[in-house]
């Protein structure tokens, strides 16, 4: 409506006017108020449910009368049992590598197939979709998949001896010390894909202006990428970071199709500790508490990387 | 539009009056959370279902996501909390013994005694499926693990008898090595390897130790000598393991047996549906013996279907459901499809193949004698969190993160302690 056309005397206009930029100015908030109710309630909420229950001495149900921190001393204790290892130094042990290995391989994979692709080449089109096809499955899939391609009696131990290399050896899946590394194989070639396409996104978003400049310049290939493109992709490290990071430590269906645990429990990831606890083993306290630490150790890495990054992007 | 309102209304009014009659009788369904979905154990309840359709109550299945038992509980611990109840669901030892503790199962104590159940069921069953003197569940059926499973071709070949004692059956092991056959197919998850474990203890330190250390779980036995003797042999028997076995499914494992690729398996009764599955017949294809040094025993685990504390009007079809599965007709036609034994000793055992009714004897006997223990492995001889550090040492041992068996011996009372 047009206020020029309109003939009502002003007073009687200005609360209508006012009511639809109340309702303007409330309509994001009412919107976005039944999300964020939930997220507080089944986020957070239960964030300090699962604290509270850790200082319990909950087992198959929940129990509410406080007992103190027994539940942590406990864990405590194994963090440092590593001969035998406990189930938790194995696990958080098991979550260093995996985590360090995923991570670091799936970014150099994946900015490296990135910069290969976009060297104009021919078939890039049919090439894109099969390296960011693993992606569609799930780690359920991906599991089920590598543990009878790794496995000795089945898959690829098995197909090269029939071929007549019969002194090829590859039982890491069946090593109670490499098993874990064929998680880090299995999760790589699931994710190094996507994080190629985020890669070869942020690649074509660079300015080829800046590029030709490099090169009249004098710029090497090499230091064009060194120098100047890498360091340009800074936001894409960033978010691939973090997704590479939640997916590390959510990778618990992988280790259970994949390894189901592992030999003597040896790919035990701090997830599976967690469920096995909580679920399997009716100590609810212990499980809860694992999801505190889990919680804490994350947001230890995780936020002073944001805020360090979000903190420059602002200044 | 009024007369849309005055139909609505009148439909809103015949909706509210049969909710109204349908809650003045009883409701003529059974609603059951079980995980036996695989072929065969799918086709033993059907016996189950068919019976209660006779008597005139439907079956509703409860869903469960994903499949398996891990997953049942989980479901069936998010039921309770929200106060709804299915009428019964299968379960497994400790489980029914902490939800009675919660208070919501339901009271059988009536029909258990019209039946018999007292007299009937093995003592040792009834401590799960009794709490405070009321009997909670319906046990469907006991396994026993102290088992050897063993290919007849296999055995024929090699020239092998019954071996009576340990240090037989390693010398049979040895001539199947020699023979250049898998001498024991095994399948390396841990409560494959805890469920051997069970009757190599039993085997080791006889019927006396065994209770007092895995049913009682007295410190003085967890750490004694015969204890360390048995993670020896332990130690003896993987030897004789394919370098493959690691991870294995037990099923896969029974498959090398029933092939001809591996000559024995340690495993409970549930192995043999797999023989049955491939139209095996014990004594000329496959025999069964007791794990030897342990004739006379019975290691024991049992599928029990827990009652829970339904309201008035649902009650009759649970009790329907508790008669019918502890019928003798049903624990015969059940358990000759699903490998085990029936849950009360009175059933007949002519349906049964030579393996059960050896079964069927054997646990007879265990009852009487005092012989009837539960295994630790399966969850039987100690809650679930005992249960599990267990498996967790014997799997350990078994795969060279503990190295000895006084390492081995340590730390099982120290997770055993941990656990309590």
Redesign the interface.
């Given at each position: 409506m047009s206020s020029v056309a309109t003939t009502e005397p002003v007073s009687a206009r200005r609360p209508a006017v006012s009511l639809r930029a109340r309702l303007q100015d409330a309509l994001p908030k009412i919107v976005l108020a039944p999300s964020f109710a939930i997220t507080l309630v089944f986020v957070y909420g239960f964030i300090l449910w699962t604290v509270y229950l850790s200082f319990t001495n909950s087992k198959t149900f929940p129990s509410y009368a406080l007992t103190g921190p027994r539940a942590y001393q406990r864990l405590w204790r194994w963090t440092f049992e590593s001969d035998p290892p406990s189930s938790w130094y194995t696990s958080i042990v098991n979550m260093g590598i995996f985590g360090f290995l995923y991570i670091f391989i799936c970014l150099a994979l994946g900015l490296l197939l990135a910069i290969l692709l976009d060297q104009k080449i021919r078939g890039e089109g049919v090439l894109r979709p099969i390296f960011l096809y693993p992606m569609a499955l799930s780690f359920i899939v991906t599991g089920v998949a590598w543990k009878w391609f790794l496995d000795p009696g089945l898959g690829l131990e098995q197909t090269l001896h029939q071929f007549g290399w019969t002194s090829f050896h590859f039982d890491w899946i069946k090593n109670k010390d490499f098993v874990i590394y064929t998680v880090v194989i299995a999760g790589v070639w699931q994710a190094s894909g996507f994080i190629m396409a985020m890669f070869l996104a942020g690649l074509r978003g660079i300015d080829s202006e800046i590029m030709k400049a490099a090169q009249i310049d004098g710029a090497s290939p090499f230091q064009l990428y060194r120098r100047i493109i890498i360091p340009l992709l800074r936001p894409v490290f960033l978010s691939a970071f973090i997704v590479l990071a939640h997916m590390a430590i959510k990778s618990y269906d992988l280790v259970v199709a994949l390894t189901s645990g592992g030999p003597g429990g040896s790919a035990w990831l701090p997830s599976n500790f967690m469920y096995e606890y909580t679920f399997k083993r009716n100590e609810m306290a212990v499980g809860s508490a694992s999801a505190v630490i889990m919680l804490m150790t994350i947001s230890a890495i995780i936020v002073p990387y944001l805020y360090s990054e979000l903190k420059e992007k602002a200044r | 539009m009024r007369k849309f309102l005055t139909t609505t209304a009148m439909i809103a009014l015949a909706v509210a009056g049969a909710g109204a009659s349908a809650r003045a009788a009883d409701v003529k369904e059974v609603q059951m959370l079980h995980w036996w979905t695989s072929g065969g154990e799918a086709a033993a309840l059907n016996v189950l279902k068919q019976d209660l359709s006779k008597e005139g109550y439907a079956w509703k299945d409860v869903p469960v996501a994903g499949g398996g038992g891990?997953a049942a509980?989980?479901a069936l611990?998010a039921m309770v909390?929200a106060g709804n109840y299915p009428t019964a669901s299968q379960m497994l030892g400790y489980?029914v013994l902490?939800y009675a503790q919660?208070g919501v199962m339901g009271d059988l104590t009536a029909t258990a005694k019209k039946e018999g159940w007292d007299k009937s069921v093995p003592k040792a069953l009834q401590k799960f499926a009794v709490y405070n003197g009321k009997w909670v569940a319906a046990p469907v059926n006991v396994h026993s693990v102290n088992w050897l499973w063993i290919n007849k071709a296999v055995m024929d070949k090699i020239g092998g008898k019954q071996p009576k004692t340990f240090a037989e059956l390693i010398a049979l092991l040895d001539k199947a090595k020699a023979a250049g056959v898998v001498p024991l197919a095994l399948g390396?998850?841990?409560w494959q390897e805890a469920t051997m474990f069970d009757s190599i203890v039993l085997s080791t330190g006889g019927p006396e130790f065994y209770k007092k250390a895995f049913n009682d779980l007295d410190e003085a036995s967890l750490k004694s000598d015969t204890m360390k003797k048995s993670f020896d042999n332990l130690a003896t028997i993987v030897k004789y393991v394919d370098?493959?076995?690691?991870?294995r499914d037990w099923n896969l494992a029974t498959a090398m047996v029933i092939k001809g690729d591996a000559l024995v398996q340690v495993m409970g009764d549930w192995a043999k549906g797999e023989f049955v599955a491939a139209k095996k017949t014990p004594g000329t294809d496959y025999l069964c013996y007791r794990f030897p040094g342990t004739e006379g025993s019975v290691i024991y685990n049992s599928d029990m279907f827990g009652m829970f504390n339904v309201p008035a009007d649902r009650k009759a079809a649970q009790v329907a459901l508790a008669t019918a599965t502890l019928s003798k007709s049903f624990q015969s036609a059940f358990n000759v499809v699903k490998g085990s034994v029936p849950a009360r000793t009175d059933v007949p055992d002519t349906a049964f193949d030579a393996c059960g009714k050896k079964g069927i004897a054997d646990l007879k006997a265990a009852n009487e004698g005092g012989t009837l223990f539960g295994s630790l492995a399966q969850g039987y001889g100690a809650?679930?969190?005992i249960a599990?550090?267990y498996k967790?040492v014997v799997?350990?041992f078994?795969?060279?993160?503990?190295?000895t068996s006084d390492?081995a011996v340590k730390?099982l009372v120290q997770a055993i302690d941990?656990?309590r």
């Open positions: - | 891990d509980m989980t611990k909390a489980t902490d919660e390396g998850q841990n370098p493959n076995f690691s991870g809650p679930p969190a599990n550090a967790d799997s350990k078994v795969h060279g993160q503990i190295k390492e730390q941990d656990a």
